[in-house]
């Protein structure tokens, strides 16, 4: 079984940055593509961002060029930069795999 921890979430000011970090409890990363999605309060989940097997990545317009989704496939972790923070990025962040996810991580940018 898979299990994924979310990290890095905490109170930030807009305009802040912070980094999350999604550790693999197995190396699955060589095998899949992964990627990071968030709950805003009265929102469903959404995709924030993504990245393959091979680097390939997506973003969603409200966080391009703002956040940076990147994997170390050999210390098994997922991350996401996130810069120029805005109120309306304060959520529950969630790492994916396949069909494993993580507890959530969650992150508050103050106005």
């Known amino acids: 079984q898979v299990q994924l921890v979310e990290s890095g979430g905490g109170l930030v000011q807009a305009g802040g940055s912070l980094r999350l970090s999604c550790a693999a409890s197995?190396?699955?990363?060589?095998?899949?593509?992964m990627g990071w999605y968030r709950q805003r309060p009265g929102w469903q989940r959404e995709l924030v961002a993504d990245?393959?097997?091979?680097?390939?990545?997506f973003y969603a317009d409200p966080v391009k060029g703002r956040f940076l989704i990147s994997r170390d496939d050999a210390k098994k972790t997922m991350y996401l930069q996130m810069d120029s923070l805005k109120p309306e990025d304060t959520a529950v962040y969630y790492c994916?795999?396949?069909?494993?996810w993580g507890q959530g991580t969650q992150v508050t940018v103050s106005s």
């Open positions: 990245i393959t097997r091979g680097g390939t990545t």
């Open positions: 994916a795999i396949e069909s494993y």
């Open positions: 197995a190396n699955i990363f060589r095998l899949y593509s």
